[in-house]
């Protein structure tokens, strides 16, 4: 798949998500077959005043490209400025406007999905932003009530310069809740020329495949899927590339995964204990007997002790099947 002028060796994309797809999380997504992945949403704003935390969010490292980074805002300004800040300092090889975001306060400044409600809005920020980079623009959105109000938002972005498109098959309203809207993703795709990404409720490989084969979309975002599960990736690929199913991952891989995830983070100045306690939690899930551990984990209140009761997992390891 090509989103303009950049290649990508596949279609299946990893999904933007806050305080989750940070560079280790994103590099292991990309040892397991993404062909693209996309930073967590950073906001024009601070970028603009040079929040240097908001800064990291894009902050990368050549084996992962190419990567996407994702803006959030609402003023056509401060989107091109903080764009052209964050292309200067990491070059990548692609921007996303988010459209989609339903959390209150996200709304409640404009920004998000609050903005499918103002085609023209969208209209000014795509074409202001397509016309001033050099490299492709994507927009990621929700669905509206109707397919042919979500139709008027996507030819509103395909003609102001976007270079591909992701559609998460739930209205702002539904937030996570009920089902992607498949049938609105396949009409939107029928009707506009730029390659359609479909995102929601892919989880294993059935679901990729009749996503993919029902909406006859050209790619695949996913997101809540790998949390915790970066080999999704594997899996997924190998089964649209050859369509057999692949071993599940056994939970002694899943903990080198883990540790791979530490390490990077130490690697990259990334590493807190708060992140890695949230990620040791979701790594486990799954795992055989393992709801005392993971309320253990959940206690833990220093790295030590932390770490101590991930090591003794290993250790102690039998290689369940996940
Ligand atoms: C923890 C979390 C954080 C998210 N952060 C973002 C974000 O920063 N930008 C964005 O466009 N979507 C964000 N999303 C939405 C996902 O990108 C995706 O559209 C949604 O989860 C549906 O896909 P899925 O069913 O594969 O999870 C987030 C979702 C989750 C669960």
């Known amino acids: 798949m090509n989103i303009g002028k950049q290649k990508l060796d596949g279609n299946l994309i990893l999904a933007p998500m806050s305080d989750v797809t940070n560079l280790p999380f994103r590099l ?31 902050f990368t ?40 975001c339903p959390a209150q306060n996200i709304i409640k400044n404009e ?46 972005i395909e003609k102001a310069g976007a270079s591909a498109l992701i559609v998460h098959g739930r209205t702002q309203k539904q937030q996570y809740s009920g089902k992607s809207n498949l049938d609105f993703i396949k009409g939107i795709k029928r009707e506009i020329s730029i390659p359609v990404i479909a995102n929601g409720d892919i989880v294993d490989e059935k679901t990729a ?5 029902y909406t006859q ?37 899943r903990l080198d995964d883990f540790f791979e995830y530490e390490a990077m983070c130490r690697r990259y100045g990334l590493f807190s204990f708060r992140d890695l306690n949230v990620k040791a939690v979701w790594f486990t899930k799954g795992m055989k007997n393992i709801k005392p551990t993971r309320v253990e984990i959940n206690k833990t209140k220093d790295i030590e002790s932390l770490l101590g009761i991930m090591h003794g997992l290993r250790d102690n390891n039998i290689s369940h099947i996940l």
């Open 209 to 213: 495949k009749h996503v993919l084969d």
């Open 111 to 156: 920004c998000g999905a609050a903005l499918l409600e103002k085609p023209e809005v969208i209209r000014e920020i795509i074409e202001r932003l397509s016309g001033s980079l050099d490299v492709p623009l994507t927009a990621k959105i929700r669905v509206l009530r109707s397919l042919e109000e979500t139709l008027k938002i996507a030819r509103v």
């Open 217 to 253: 979309c050209d790619g695949l975002m996913i997101g809540r899927a790998a949390i915790g599960n970066p080999y999704i990736f594997r899996r997924l690929k190998h089964y649209l590339d050859k369509g057999e199913l692949l071993p599940p991952q056994t939970s002694e891989e």
């Open 28 to 58: 292991l997504c990309k040892k397991y077959g993404a062909s693209l992945v996309y930073s967590e949403m950073t906001s024009s704003e601070a970028v603009v005043r040079e929040n240097q935390k908001t800064m990291t969010r894009g």
């Open 61 to 100: 490292c050549k084996e992962e490209r190419p990567l996407g980074i994702q803006l959030l805002g609402s003023n056509a300004d401060s989107l091109v400025r903080s764009a052209h800040i964050i292309t200067e300092r990491y070059s990548p090889e692609l921007i996303d406007v988010n459209l989609g």
